[in-house]
């Protein structure tokens, strides 16, 4: 049976003499293996539609326990993410990322559209790639399931009212925020602000196409990356080679 789904390519590597295999994320079928025969050659079509970062139009047919490439239609190479260094290993993050935490199988629409439009973010090039980053991966953990309260407190769903001048307790390990009575069994907790907290529910609620649209100040972006940087190891448990090679960049 012959499948035609949109896909993004998201791993890449070749086996043997000439054989190429891909990690596909796919609209229909999510993260799935292919292998593109012989697309290691130049003068093959599915050399150049096998590439990372190449979104199109795939049409496969399974084979063994995989499936094979017939033909690609390329919708966008994202070739401008090659440009700078930065911006690349930013996007190589965001596709290292997905290809850990996406599943095979349906439902995965909201995955892949936030990935595009992060893609499509960082070839524009006009919101701090830092701060892409942390919308990315704040974004990715609420598709996840692991979206964290806000709202109340985590444990006894207590009010913690409404004050801009307050100071909210996040406890990672709970997955959100905390009351005064329930914090005190948890030693290791995080103090966030209420714009901080403001922008999290932004970025955890807003649709997608307009979710890369506001700029924060230094300070909310590093109260995001405290977050996220314990965030997460705790519930996806991966380290990422590449958040590796972006800190040893930065530093
Ligand atoms: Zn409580």
Known sequence: MIIK????????????ESDKYVTLFTMDLGKIQAIAPKAKKYDNSLASGTQLFVYGEFMLVAYKDTYRLMN???????????????????????L???????QEGP????????????????????????????IFELRALCILGFMPE???????????????????TFVC??????CEQCRASYPERLDLSFSTLYTMKYIMHTPIKQLFSFQVHSSILHDLETVCDLYIPFYIEKSFKTADFIKHIEA
């Not at 439902?107 to 701090?128: H, Y």
């Open 107 to 134: 439902d995965n629409e909201n995955l892949l559209g936030l990935t595009l439009m992060t893609l499509r973010t960082l070839v524009v090039n006009k919101l701090s790639i830092q701060l892409i980053r942390r």
């Open 5 to 16: 789904t949109k896909a993004l390519v998201i791993k890449e590597y070749i086996v043997g």
């Open 72 to 94: 690609i239609e390329i919708i966008s190479t994202f070739h401008e993410l090659r440009n700078d260094l930065s911006i690349l290993s930013y996007a190589s993050y965001i």
């Open 96 to 102: 290292e990322f997905v290809a850990e935490v996406a």
């Open 173 to 178: 390990e709970a997955g959100g925020l905390m």
């Open 150 to 168: 806000l709202d109340q407190c985590v444990e006894c769903a207590g009010d913690l009212g409404n004050d801009q001048r307050s100071v909210y």
